[in-house]
């Protein structure tokens, strides 16, 4: 049937073309067509259709007196076979969703799989159900049971310079009295991860209703440096070391607890080593843990809630994986957040987070895999210590009309039951706040970022007014192809086996191990200014560039360790750049190339001299990931 909607136009130009003002007669009928091929009388092919009466019955929606709106003419329908459509009623008011819809494409007859192709339908990426009579050893029961299996290579080539302390005891040349020596090193590190997951129920539209995983992290690594006793406390190793190491990533079960509206809102628990990233950007704590986690969402996914409880499980020294065959620290975290879509401003998801870091290592000494102390650190007099610190955060992610905004904000407040300085108990009190905005344009994205993280400004006082994080590995001006946030310098002069910043992170926070070693409030702080971009050249390559520079919040800490009487701030300019190249245009084979510089600022080179006076520092970094 015709759309009335369609025949008004029409109406009304008839109604214009053949009727006067007052006139309710219908319409004359269409002209007459003549014979073979003569036109009918009175047209001609030159004759133009006459203009429309601007007086015509219908005037801005408004009908005069005693005007008729003419009828259309007679449609008829040429469509034999044709079936209307279903009254309304026939249709359900409530939403229905689609089950099992994998079977929908078998019955179109398009499968096409094959166990080692991830691009199609696969029953090894959870794309189609086990056919349990193929598996009767799996523990399962019912239907719709499906399994994931994951692998991936992680190569990394990095070269790099950074200051290296000569060996206390000897030198690997004669004669090199210098507290920094040579700084050039190389690492190679290869990862082969392996993940496998049992999830039960279809996924495309609801929340699994039960899943098992488990993900294993096979590494090899190799690194080459200058000078002794860098790579293992006993200068008989020499200035070579290789190792390899097996960690449990992930090993959890995840119980969908129930459904609270038909949009598959939901509840649900998971036990076990589990990934977990507490703010956006990684700032706070981002790290695979042995914990409980119950987490859902309400408002058709507009409110999320996480409720967690971790015990921090001991890492491998050089691999940074989870050591599974120790016991796990005495240190926990308790950690609630809760997000918001739309809030404050529409296009903006703002979240609040508290979190609790109960430390209780002041019982226990722990050297790590090299033979350096790490708990306590070799700072001040030595002493273990414990310490309570709740973290008060607000992150905000998300648009703010053209602009990309990221922020985040924490206030650290706590006690520390022995400050290192003062051997002592001391109040904690420090804040941080981070901020990145970013403009799209076509293929571009230009950033601008800035981070305080505040500096303890009296280390003999009853505060400690560092900031630190639990476990930071911040995605945050230009991550890990930046230079101050992929390398760590170590500190010397003040403290051996500390670290001024750690690898994978962007604080200064003087510790001896961001995977081993305990939380310092006892710090310079970091302040970081930077601006960059990224620029998709095609769907394969993109580029990236990044410039920041960097102070140190505070240097009394710096200064009481070193006996110095003043040592500048600044640290000095980051500069970076890095390529990425995606063969496929898919994340299953991805491949990075970056290289960066450290010019060192008037703070830097107070710190640290190194043989031949260099004030530059390089790194560059060879990536390659396949994923299946």
Partial sequence: ??????????????????????????????????????????????????PPDVDSGMINGRRKPGFVLPLPYKITQDNAGAVRAPPPEAFPTDQIPIPDRWRLIETLGVVK??????????????????????????????????????????TVIEPRTFPIPVGVQTTSRPQSL????????????????????????????????????????????????????ILNVDPARGIHRFDNFVGVQEAFVERHLRNVSDRYDFDAVRVGIQPFQADFRGFLFNDDQLGIRFFGNRDNNRLQYNLAAFWRLEKDTNSGLNNVTERPRSDFVLLANLYRQDFLLPGLTSQVTVAYNRNREAGR????????????????????????????????????????????????????????????????????????LSYDRDWMRFRLSGLYASGDGNPFDDKEGGFDAIFENPVFAGADTSYWIRQSIPFAGGGRAVNLNGR???????????????????????????????????????LSANANH????????????????????????????????????????????????LASGSGMRDLFANEGGGRHYFSLLANVVVSY
């Fill in 113 to 154: 799989e094959h166990w080692w192709d991830p691009y199609h339908q696969n029953t090894y990426k959870g794309d189609r159900p086990i056919n349990r009579a193929k598996v009767p050893w799996l523990p399962i029961h019912g239907d719709d049971w499906f399994v994931n299996l994951s692998m991936v290579s992680d």
């Fill in 178 to 229: 210098d507290v920094f020596g040579k700084d050039g090193s190389f690492v190679l590190s290869q990862t082969f991860l392996a993940s496998a997951s049992l999830i039960k129920g279809s996924t495309a539209f609801k929340p699994p209703e039960m899943e098992y995983r488990l993900s294993l992290a096979f590494n090899l690594n190799y690194a080459r440096v200058p000078e002794k006793r």
């Fill in 550 to 597: 960097l102070w140190f919040a505070n240097t009394a800490t710096l200064q009481a360790l070193r006996n110095e009487g003043s040592i500048p701030r600044d640290i000095g300019w980051d500069l970076s750049l890095g390529a990425v190249w995606r063969p496929r245009a898919t994340q299953n084979i991805v491949v990075r190339l970056s290289g960066a510089m």
């Fill in 1 to 50: 049937m015709a759309d009335p909607g369609f025949l008004l136009p029409l109406l009304l130009l008839q109604s214009a073309a053949g009727a006067s003002a007052g006139d309710s007669a219908p319409p004359p009928p269409p002209p007459e067509t003549g014979t073979g091929n003569q036109p009918a009388a009175g047209n001609t092919s030159d004759d133009q259709p006459a």
């Fill in 504 to 542: 994978n992170g962007i604080l200064n926070d003087l510790r001896s191990s961001k995977e081993q070693g305990q939380s310092n409030f006892n710090n310079p702080g970091t302040v970081l200014i930077g601006a960059g971009g990224d620029f998709d050249l095609t769907p394969q390559w993109r």
């Fill in 365 to 436: 000494i722990k050297i790590d895999d090299n033979g350096f102390p790490v708990r306590p650190s070799l700072l001040g007099d030595l002493r273990p210590h414990n310490y309570d610190v709740v973290y008060l955060g607000y992150n905000a992610d998300g648009r703010i009309g053209r602009l990309n905004l990221t922020a985040s904000g924490y206030y650290a407040l706590g006690h520390d039951s022995n400050s290192f300085f003062k051997s002592r108990p001391a109040q904690i009190r420090a804040w941080f706040g981070a901020a990145e």
